[in-house]
């Protein structure tokens, strides 16, 4: 067997019974790295010797049989996280160079838990994007086919998983972040609820709507990364305090009877959204009647406002970030033009080299729309409908256990192809953007291929902290389907 196939379950198991070594599970996916992310550029930072000495750690602890969930498993990192003494860019000019001194939450648990991490994954800079075409460092190809994104923004980390180059990855998830690369590379990705993973030591974009979650293989994979990353954190003020379930249970016990009795509502109001590829539509369809075979009840719920939530996402994350984005003015750190005669010089100067195209584009919308006379016509306004959507959300929940959607209107598509049109480019996260407006988890799963043999996810939402139900849904989606061929073959 080739140890970089091994999924988080698998390499768990090999690693407890000391048939494998951490250190060698280690070189094997820095090995392929170095062979095949030339082509693929998943990767925005590689520390191989770093890497390899936390490996000979865990190899250690697993000898004396003090292991973590995670001890001696290699996971990857959107370049979004702090990590200590590693740099964290977020693919952006303005801090190319910066080192933070300390770990965001999510990557201490990691830590704690044993994993190694391998390296930083490539995304749209400061998260702004569905392609990870806007990148200031590189663009990142779709291991499937390099011609195609492998969507955006945590398109490095979907890339790595699917590339077979680590066991898991995580990623973030402000408006489809996780969920569409996910399903345009053929892998498994969950957005938590809101407050459900620590946002503390993540560079915020829109603090509202960002989220931390995993990008793994297999939805069983999934539930592990979510047992380490999730729970509440005192230093985030946006954490939820309420208790942490074993994700994994849901699991233990499944058969082909456990999906009986659930309902999977289908918004009306999706499908007669325009643009929708035909394959997307065909496997779709298909997916809804795999659900039906294991016992799914489906039913055709509304969600009435969902033709505002496009629009009214476009007002509050750009405003989010506006206000966010705002520290960055060569002052405390990251990057300063020196060329400058005087201050207001040096912010102009710094910001317009520093941002790339999306993020200054991004921050005047959300200035334009925080300034006066404009507040209440654009971000009061696209709040109160932000709180029809939550009361949408919740009113659908009352009569299903979950919904069920497509990811993205279309499968990956070619890189170029629609980064001259942000228009288009923002209404590829069509399906996605409602879960983060209400704040519910969501979840991609490999749902089968397009004509041209690209990967198309499905989508399923559930209620607030109910993701266990998406676990138990995926995981019995996934089994029913058992995809032949997982993986691209780079």
């Known amino acids: 067997m080739d140890l970089y196939t091994l999924t988080i379950k698998q390499a768990r198991q090999l690693l407890d019974n000391k048939e494998i070594s951490s250190k060698e599970l280690t070189s094997a996916l820095l090995n392929r790295i170095e062979e095949h992310d030339d082509g693929i550029k998943a990767f925005i930072s590689i520390d191989r010797d770093l890497a390899l000495s936390e490996a000979k750690k865990a190899d250690e602890q697993i000898q004396a049989d003090k292991a973590g969930l995670l001890t001696g498993i290699p996971i990857a990192l959107k370049d979004l996280l702090c990590t200590k003494g590693m740099k964290t860019t977020c693919a952006s000019q303005i801090l190319a160079d910066f080192v933070p001194q300390y770990d965001a939450t999510a990557v201490s648990k990691l830590k704690e838990s044993g994993a190694v991490i391998i390296g930083k994954t490539n995304m749209d800079e400061f998260a702004m994007g569905s392609s990870t075409e806007n990148s200031s460092f590189q663009i990142t190809a779709n291991p499937w086919d390099n011609d195609y994104v492998p969507g955006g923004s945590s398109g490095g980390s979907a890339a790595a998983v699917a590339a077979q180059f680590c066991c898991g990855a995580i990623g973030t998830d402000t408006g489809g972040s996780i969920r569409q690369p996910a399903s345009h590379c053929g892998v498994v990705g969950l957005k938590p609820t809101y407050g459900r993973v620590s946002r503390f030591g993540l560079v915020s974009y829109a603090s509202s709507l960002d989220q931390i979650g995993p990008i793994t293989r297999t939805v069983e994979d999934t539930a592990l990364l979510m047992n380490v990353i999730s729970g509440y954190d005192k230093s985030d003020s946006t954490s939820a305090d309420v208790g942490t379930p074993d994700f994994t249970k849901a699991l233990d016990l499944f058969d082909k009877e456990s999906l009986k009795g659930m309902t999977a509502g289908i918004p009306k109001e999706y499908l007669s959204v325009e643009g929708i590829d035909p394959d997307v539509e065909k496997i779709f369809n298909e997916s809804k009647i795999i659900l039906e075979d294991l016992g799914v009840e489906l039913k055709e719920i509304c969600l009435p406002h969902s033709e505002y939530v496009v629009a009214a ?178």
């Open 313 to 490: 996402y476009y007002i509050i994350a750009p405003c989010e970030a506006s206000s966010n984005l705002a520290r960055y003015d060569g002052v405390k750190y990251g990057f300063r033009d020196t060329g400058s005669q005087d201050l207001i010089e040096m912010y102009k100067k710094t910001k317009s080299k520093g941002f790339g195209q999306e993020v200054q584009r991004r921050i005047i919308i959300g200035t334009y729309s925080l300034s006066a006379g404009y507040y209440d016509a654009y971000y009061g306004r696209a709040s109160q409908v932000r709180t029809l959507i939550m009361d949408d959300f919740s009113k659908a929940f009352e009569n299903c256990d979950f919904i069920l959607s497509p990811v993205a209107p279309t499968p990956a598509f070619k890189i170029g192809e629609n980064i001259d049109d942000p228009l288009t480019m923002y209404l590829s996260d069509i399906f996605t953007l409602s879960a983060n407006m209400a704040g519910v988890p969501g979840i991609s799963v490999p749902a089968g291929y397009s004509s041209s043999g690209l990967p198309i996810g499905i989508q399923m939402m559930a209620n607030r902290f109910d993701e266990l139900t998406l676990i138990k849904a995926g995981y019995g989606f996934e089994q029913a389907l058992c995809l032949e061929s997982k993986f691209p073959k780079i």
